[in-house]
T-cell receptor
Framework: NAGVTQTPKFQVLKTGQSMTLQCAQD?????MSWYRQDPGMGLRLIHY???????DQGEVPNGYNVSRSTTEDFPLRLLSAAPSQTSVYFC????????????FGPGTRLLVL | GESVGLHLPTLSVQEGDNSIINCAYS??????FIWYKQESGKGPQFIID?????DKRQGQRVTVLLNKTVKHLSLQIAATQPGDSAVYFC?????????????FGQGTILTVHP
């Protein structure tokens, strides 16, 4: 298994541009999440999904959209990038709603100018 | 230990020493806790977890202690090795077992000197 994969690894955007961060997992996990990590801070939840077709907001959802059309993929969309969205983004998946033992991807480093 | 703020706590130890990383959590309703390790340039990696009905749980070279009275969590690493150098995060599940409710602490930087 490849686990949780994320693309791209690094991206530079100009303010106002849009882009999609890709996340895929091959472990047949129902639960997937997107987090952002800012310097000196822990991870903060952006959006999450408990199964295909089901998504919900986390702690910091503003400026981001998600969809879950398949079990494997959970893309994160930035509709109009802002410098405040400069961060490292991590996607995670979990096999078990109760355990919450999440497997994290390697991250996408995003710089918005 | 961890606390709300901009400066990451740090812990420096010598190889072979035992390390103790502390975490103060905020929500008395939290009933599930996880410790993660994050190496530079990588995503967090699960280390060990504990439920609120336990005070202690042991893994391979790691022990997690939970004190619900003072809302305190600690991670003990025995015989610390240079490969243990990383940022360590605690995370609490804010009430119940609902997915998507994990709240992360800011992290503690552990540096192990050979």
């Amino acid at each position: 298994n490849a686990g949780v994969t994320q693309t791209p690894k690094f991206q530079v955007l100009k303010t106002g541009q849009s882009m999609t961060l890709q996340c895929a997992q091959d472990m047949n996990h129902e639960y997937m999440s997107w987090y952002r990590q800012d310097p000196g801070m822990g991870l903060r939840l952006i959006h999450y999904s408990v199964g295909a077709g089901i998504t919900d907001q986390g702690e910091v959802p503003n400026g981001y959209n998600v969809s879950r059309s398949t079990t494997e993929d959970f893309p994160l969309r930035l509709l109009s990038a802002a410098p405040s969205q400069t961060s490292v983004y991590f996607c995670a998946s979990s096999p078990d709603r109760v355990q919450e033992t999440q497997y994290f991807g390697p991250g996408t480093r995003l710089l918005v100018l | 230990g961890e606390s709300v703020g901009l400066h990451l706590p740090t812990l420096s130890v010598q190889e072979g020493d035992n390390s103790i990383i502390n975490c103060a959590y905020s929500n008395s309703a939290s009933d599930y806790f996880i410790w993660y390790k994050q190496e530079s340039g990588k995503g967090p990696q699960f280390i060990i977890d504990i439920r609120s009905n336990m005070d202690k749980r042991q893994g391979q070279r790691v022990t997690v202690l939970l004190n619900k009275t003072v809302k305190h969590l600690s991670l003990q690493i025995a015989a610390t090795q240079p490969g243990d150098s990383a940022v360590y995060f605690c995370a609490e599940n804010a009430g119940g077992t609902s997915y998507g409710k994990l709240t992360f602490g800011q992290g503690t930087i552990l540096t192990v000197h050979p």
